[in-house]
Structure formats: structure tokens, C-alpha cells
């Protein structure tokens, strides 16, 4: 099984490095980059062809926009957004596929990332 690339961006520092230690201790995923803004995104994203981009919401309304293009333009790469009440995630893809999820185990949010599991 090939090791899934992942970018971490927006929010805090600290939810970051929360996050990549946690992705760390999967056997087939790497955290191969930590961004801070869209425009970071944007370079690391050419870069590191990731095959996920995690993202911490709220979001800034500018920065949602920029993104629904981002999401458009790397039809390869799915994004997962994480809400800050820790109860819900939504992954976006292409073609426009939104989903939604609940009640999300962290294992079962690794086996996603890993592709051993199909969001319900």
C-alpha cells in the first residue's frame, strides 16, 4: 500500500502539530507539509501533489471562496474540513462531492485517510 500524502493548513499552530503527531503513527501516511495561509496552500499543494489537505474551520469568508476553486482546480486531491466542535467533518472532492460526516472515531478518521474505509 503506498504511503497517502497529507497537508495541514489553516488554523492553529498547536492543532497542526496535535494532528501530525497523531498522522504520524499511521504506517501509510505523511504529513508532508504544515501551512499557515492560502497562499502557502497554493505552492505546497503544485509541490507535494498531496492526496489529502486537512483544513480547521472556521474559516475566513474570503478564504471559503478561494477555496471552492482550489477544491475545483486539484480534481486529484480531497480535502477534509474539521470543525472546531470536533463533531463533524465535511469532505469535499471532485466533481463536487460534499460529504458529511458524524460521531467519527480518530481511528476510523486514519482508516479514511488511508483508504482502508469508506465514509458513511
Known amino acids: 500500500m503506498s504511503t497517502k500524502r497529507i497537508i ?13 503527531r ?15 495561509d492560502q497562499d502557502e496552500l497554493s505552492v505546497a499543494l503544485k509541490q ?31 480535502f477534509i474540513f ?7 467533518i465535511t469532505m469535499k472532492s471532485q466533481p463536487s462531492r460534499e460529504e458529511d ?3 467519527l472515531s480518530l481511528k476510523d478518521f486514519l482508516h479514511i485517510l488511508e483508504g482502508n474505509l469508506q465514509p458513511t
Open 8 to 20: 495541514l493548513a489553516n488554523g492553529s499552530r498547536l492543532l497542526r502539530e496535535m494532528f501530525h
Open 101 to 103: 460526516i458524524t460521531d
Open 82 to 88: 474539521l470543525f472546531a466542535d470536533g463533531k463533524r
Open 22 to 36: 497523531v498522522i504520524s503513527k499511521a504506517d501509510n501516511l505523511e504529513v508532508v507539509q504544515e501551512v499557515a
Open 48 to 78: 507535494f501533489m498531496p492526496e489529502w489537505v486537512i483544513l480547521f474551520v472556521p474559516l475566513p469568508d474570503a478564504t471559503t471562496n478561494w477555496l471552492d476553486g482550489c477544491v475545483a482546480n486539484n480534481p486529484s486531491v480531497r
